[in-house]
C-alpha cells in the first residue's frame, strides 16, 4: 500500500483532470521508481505509457491495484485481481455503503471477492495512499497539482480523504515532512486500526497522527493503540462526531456510526493516546514529538527576555497542567551574578536589555535546569530567530543545554528564519512562534508520557457466579446486584399494605416507599416515590396512594406492589453502571448522581472490568469527585467502599454478556460505607 515496486491504475485516462487520470499522473511524475501499469479498455497509450485492457493481460503481477471506475465497474476489477493473483488494492472509487440503498449490498460483494481470493483492500470511498520518502503518491488529491509533502517522520492514518489531505497539506506547508499517510475511506476491509498497527512497527514513522469518523472493532483499535504505546510512538488522534449532528454527519459520509464519544475517549485514554481538539493541535503535538523526545518530568522552566510573555507562557502551562516550579534563592543568586537585572524566579526575565551579553543564556538556562526539576525549558527570545548575525550564541547555549541534559526538551518560541529554524531541529529543539501554542504541545507531550506509562488493556474478567435472571424493577435488579457484591440496605418488596407496615415497623421509622413494576423503570415519572414515611398509618395510605397514582398514569402497567426500604439521608450521591458499546464491550460509568447527572453531565467512563486502582482514577476524573473528600465542614466519604461497589459491578458486567447495562442512581456514599438506593438493571434474554 505505501511502498509497491509495480502498480496498476485501473481506470487510467488520459485526461489527468479526471480522477483515473489524476492518480496516474501523480504516481508518473511525482518520483516513482517502480513499474506502471495503466488499464484502460479502449487506449494502448495512456499519458505516454503503455496500457492493457485488462489486468489480465499484463505482463506481470503488479505489487497493488489503485481502482478508480465507476461504482458498477469495481466488482469485476476486483475480480480480475483476485484472477492475476494482486494482493493489494485500493479502491477509490465512490458510490457504495456511505450512499445506502444499493451501495452497502455492492460494498459487500466487493468484501466477499477479496476474502475468497484473500486480497487486503483500502476503501472503497477512500483517497489513496502516500509515501513521500519513496516518491510513492498513490491518491487524485488535487493537493498535489500546488503543493507536495515532503519527507519525514509523521504517519498519517485516517478515514476522510479531505481530512487526510489537509493534515498533510498543512503539514507541508509548516516543513513537517510525512513518512506514510492513507485514506481509508468506508473501511470494508482495512481500517484506521490497521494502519496505526503498520505505522507502530514501520522504522520510518515516529509519530503517529489518525482521525476515526466510526468505529466497527474495538479490539483492533485497543490493540493497535497499546502497539503504539509499548514502542513508545506517541499516536495523537482525532474523533469527529462528538455532538448528534456530528455523528449523523459521519454516518452519512463513510458509512460508520460514530459511537459514543465519551467511551471512545476513554479507551483513548486507557490506550495511551492523546486526543487533539484540532488540526492545528494535532500537528502542533506531532511536530515537537518529530523532532524532540517526551519530557521526562512535568515541570516547565521558562527563560524569556519579555517579562510579559514570560507570565503569559506561565499562565499557560499551569492552564494545562504543567508545573511551573520557582528557583531556590541559591539559583536565583548564580542567575544574578550571570545577568544582574534578570527578575523573576520562574519566568526568569533577561529583560531585552541584554547589550550583546548573549552568552548569558548558557549560563542561566543551565543554572535553571540544575535548580529545579524540569523536564522541559522552553526560551523566548521575541524576533532574534531572524537575526543570522546574533543568534549563534542562543544557538550555542541551546546546544549546551541539549548536551548536558540530552533527556530534557528544550524549545525556543520566536518568530525565524528557516535556515536557523533547521539547525535547531537538527539539534533536537523544535521552534515555534506562538508562545501558548508551544506550551500546549509540552503540555501534550508530557501527558503522553504518562498515558503512554499506564497503556494497558483491561484485566481478564473473572466469572461471577451470579444467577441471571428477570430483573426488570427495583427488587429484582437489587437482588442481582447483591449477589454481585454490591451493597444494598435491607428492604422487602410488599404486595399488600399490611405487609408494607409490617416490614416498615421491622426496618424502623422514617421509611421510602417506590412503586415496583417491571412496566415502570422511572418510577419519578409516575409520582411513584413517598419519601420519610413516619408511622405504620402512613405507610398504609402510602400503599393505596402509590398503587392509585400509578395506575393512573400507566394504566397498562402490572403492578407488583411498593418496596420499602429504610430513610437514608448524609452523603454524597453518586451514580455507577454499565453499558455495553457495540464496538468497545462492557464499559464502566461513574459520576455525580441523582438529577445531577442529567443537569451537569459529569459523568467518566472506563473500560470493565476494573481494577481497585483503576475504579479510583475512574471516580478521580470526575470533577463532582471532589464532594467526597468532605466538603465545608462535612466529614469525608468512605472512598474505598465507593472503589469497590465499581469494582464489583465492573466485574458483572464484564464476565456476563447478557447484562446489557447496570444503573444504580443513587449510590449513596456516607462516612460508613455506600449503599445501592436504587437499580436498574437490564439482562438481554
Known amino acids: 500500500m505505501f511502498r509497491p515496486r509495480s502498480v496498476a491504475v485501473v481506470g487510467a485516462s488520459g ?121 510513492f503518491f498513490g491518491t487524485f488529491s488535487s493537493l498535489l497539482a500546488t503543493a507536495r509533502p515532503g519527507p519525514g517522520r509523521i504517519g498519517v492514518a485516517t478515514q476522510s480523504g479531505a481530512y487526510g489531505s489537509h493534515i498533510y497539506a498543512v503539514a507541508g506547508f509548516r516543513g513537517l515532512g510525512i513518512s506514510r499517510a492513507i485514506a481509508t475511506g468506508n473501511e470494508a476491509d482495512l481500517d484506521v486500526a490497521s494502519c496505526i498497527d503498520y505505522l507502530a512497527e514501520d ?36 474523533k469527529v462526531g462528538r455532538t448528534e449532528e456530528g455523528a449523523a454527519a459521519a454516518a452519512t459520509h463513510t458509512g460508520a456510526l460514530a459511537g459514543e464519544d465519551r467511551v471512545i475517549d476513554a479507551v483513548f485514554r486507557e490506550c495511551g493516546a492523546f486526543r487533539a481538539s484540532s488540526i492545528e493541535e494535532m500537528l502542533d503535538i506531532a511536530y515537537l514529538c518529530s523532532v524532540a523526545a517526551v519530557p521526562p518530568l512535568p515541570g516547565v522552566g521558562i527563560l524569556s527576555v519579555s517579562g510579559g510573555i514570560g507570565v503569559l507562557m506561565a499562565d499557560a502551562a499551569v492552564e494545562a497542567g504543567l508545573p511551573v516550579p520557582p528557583m531556590p534563592p541559591e539559583t536565583l543568586s548564580r542567575i544574578t551574578e550571570i545577568q544582574p537585572v534578570a527578575g523573576g524566579r520562574n519566568p ?4 531585552a536589555n541584554l547589550n550583546g551579553r548573549m552568552h548569558v543564556f548558557e549560563g542561566i538556562s543551565q543554572a535553571m535546569m540544575e535548580g529545579a526539576e524540569l523536564g522541559s525549558l522552553m526560551f523566548y527570545l521575541a524576533h532574534l530567530g531572524r537575526n543570522e548575525e546574533r543568534f549563534p550564541p542562543l544557538e550555542q547555549a541551546m546546544a549546551a543545554l541539549r548536551r548536558r541534559f540530552p533527556d530534557r526538551l528544550v524549545v525556543a518560541v520566536m518568530t525565524h528564519v528557516d535556515s536557523i529554524r533547521l539547525r535547531l531541529e537538527a539539534l533536537g529543539i523544535p521552534v515555534f512562534e506562538d ?69 416498615a415497623d421491622a426496618l424502623g421509622y422514617p421509611v421510602v416507599m417506590k412503586i415496583l413494576s417491571d412496566d415502570i423503570p422511572h418510577k419519578t415519572e409516575v409520582g411513584g416515590v413517598l419519601l420519610g414515611v413516619a408511622d405504620a398509618e402512613a405507610v398504609r395510605a402510602g400503599f393505596s396512594e402509590l398503587m392509585r397514582r400509578a395506575g393512573a398514569v400507566r394504566p ?62 475512574l471516580v478521580d476524573s470526575v470533577r463532582g469527585a471532589r464532594l467526597l473528600e468532605g466538603w465545608r465542614g462535612a466529614a469525608p466519604c468512605d472512598r474505598a467502599a465507593l472503589v469497590s461497589a465499581l469494582v464489583a459491578v465492573s466485574e458483572l458486567a464484564a464476565a456476563e454478556e447478557a447484562v446489557e447495562s447496570v444503573e444504580v442512581n443513587p449510590l449513596l456514599v456516607r462516612p460508613d460505607g455506600a449503599f445501592a438506593l436504587d437499580a436498574l438493571v437490564r439482562v438481554r434474554g
Open 203 to 238: 522504522d520510518g514513522t515516529a509519530v503517529i497522527c489518525a482521525s476515526l469518523e466510526g468505529c466497527r472493532n474495538g479490539d483492533r483499535v485497543r490493540a493497535a493503540l497499546l502497539k503504539a504505546a509499548a514502542a513508545r510512538k506517541p499516536v495523537i488522534v482525532m
Open 556 to 617: 397498562e402497567a402490572r403492578l407488583d406492589g411498593v418496596l420499602v426500604a429504610p430513610m437514608l439521608r448524609g452523603g454524597v450521591e453518586t451514580i455507577i453502571g454499565t453499558q455495553r458499546d457495540p464496538a468497545f464491550g462492557p464499559m464502566v460509568m461513574f459520576g455525580l448522581g441523582g438529577v445531577s447527572v442529567e443537569l451537569f453531565a459529569d459523568v467518566a467512563f472506563a473500560s470493565a472490568p476494573l481494577t481497585p486502582e483503576r475504579a479510583g482514577a
Open 348 to 351: 526568569i526575565d533577561t529583560t
Open 15 to 135: 485526461d489527468a483532470e479526471k480522477l483515473g487520470g489524476r492518480t496516474l499522473f501523480h504516481i508518473k511524475e511525482l518520483g516513482f521508481a517502480g513499474r506502471i501499469f495503466p488499464i484502460n479498455v479502449s487506449s494502448r497509450e495512456v499519458q505516454g505509457l503503455p496500457a492493457w485492457p485488462s489486468l489480465r493481460d499484463l505482463p506481470e503481477v503488479p505489487d497493488c491495484a489503485l481502482i478508480v471506475l465507476p461504482a458498477k465497474l469495481v466488482a469485476a476489477a476486483l475480480e480480475d485481481c483476485a484472477a492475476k493473483g494482486i494482493r493489494h488494492v485500493q479502491v477509490l472509487s465512490s458510490g457504495f455503503a456511505e450512499e445506502g440503498g444499493e451501495g452497502v449490498a455492492m460494498q459487500e460483494r466487493l468484501v466477499a471477492i477479496a476474502r475468497d481470493a484473500g486480497i487486503r483492500i483500502t476503501g472503497p470511498n477512500a483517497l489513496g495512499s502516500i509515501s513521500p520518502p519513496d516518491g
Open 435 to 503: 508562545p501558548t501554542r508551544a506550551v500546549r504541545a509540552v503540555a501534550a507531550a508530557s501527558r503522553l508520557r504518562d498515558l503512554q506509562a499506564g497503556a494497558a488493556a483491561p484485566p481478564k474478567p473473572r466469572r461471577s457466579g451470579v444467577r441471571l435472571a428477570d430483573a426488570r424493577n427495583e427488587a429484582a435488579a437489587k437482588a442481582l446486584l447483591r449477589e454481585a457484591g454490591l451493597p444494598v440496605p435491607p428492604e422487602h418488596a410488599c404486595a399488600t399494605a399490611e405487609a408494607a407496615a409490617a416490614a
